[in-house]
């Protein structure tokens, strides 16, 4: 299940994680209160609820064995679920530079995979992913890869009309739809690669994984990346189209 956490309740996560670093054991909610500029109280409450959510966890030591007040201790510490939590949130996340460089960097490999119209070029991009190291960046690569595959699937019969759906709804949903279509595509066609199929559906599986793991700031950067990227390829089929012969 995704974890979900408030602003603040990431705040608090961070901060346990670093005195939890600081000391190698775990720690008083006062000392994550002080750190934080916070009264105790508020502190507790709010790790309290962070081991609701099981990214903390807490444990009772006697006093004077670790800082604190009180004739018990309560003490908190961040679970192996927190340290993947932050791990993603921290991986999925672009610097203000960072974002656009990759975006254009792959609406520019995707318009040029267009005027090619290469079925290697598909391959070859497939086989550049295993080499992406974040989650944002490998599904932004994806979503090219998924584009490009379904237009040259369909060839002269594409419409623009096949990535009408893809325009409709937020979130995971026009991204998994684009999926189905590209692979549907593949499946249904013919291809001089016979494990093109499986390696694409497997890259998809993949794909639609990391979308359940992604921040919903990471998910709205995709879903505007993927409407970037339909104007790419509807302005790549009218340019193709101008250079046709008319017909009869």
Not at 157 to 178: K, R, S, Y
Not at 215 to 222: H, K, P
Request: aromatic share 8%; net charge neutral.
């Amino acid at each position: 299940m995704k974890i979900k956490l408030t602003r603040r309740q990431q705040a608090f996560l961070d901060k346990l994680f670093d005195l939890y670093r600081e000391f190698g054991q775990p720690v008083h909610y006062s000392v994550v209160a002080e750190r934080l500029g916070v009264n105790r109280f508020s502190a507790y409450d709010m790790l309290k609820a962070l081991e609701e959510k099981g990214v903390a966890a807490s444990a009772y030591a006697p006093k004077g064995d670790q800082r604190g007040p009180g004739r018990s201790m309560v003490l908190f510490y961040p679970t192996y679920r927190a340290a993947r939590f932050l791990t993603q949130l921290h991986q999925d996340m672009f610097g203000n530079d960072e974002w656009p460089q990759l975006k254009e960097s792959v609406l520019r490999r995707l318009r040029q995979a267009l005027e090619s119209n290469s079925r290697k070029t598909v391959r070859d991009l497939l086989g550049q992913l295993p080499s992406v190291k974040t989650p944002l960046a490998y599904c932004t690569e994806m979503i090219g890869v998924l584009l490009l595959n379904l237009v040259q699937c369909q060839e002269r019969n594409f419409t623009l009309g096949t990535l009408q759906p893809l325009t409709v709804g937020g979130g995971p949903i026009g991204l998994g739809t684009l999926a189905g279509l590209s692979l549907g595509s593949l499946v249904s066609g013919q291809t001089d690669d016979p494990s093109l199929t499986e390696r694409l559906a497997h890259h998809i599986h993949e794909f639609q994984e990391q979308l359940n793991e992604l921040s919903e700031e990471s998910l709205n950067r995709l879903n505007a990346f993927l409407q970037d990227a339909l104007k790419a390829v509807e302005g790549a089929r009218r340019t193709s189209r101008q250079g046709e012969p008319p017909g009869d």
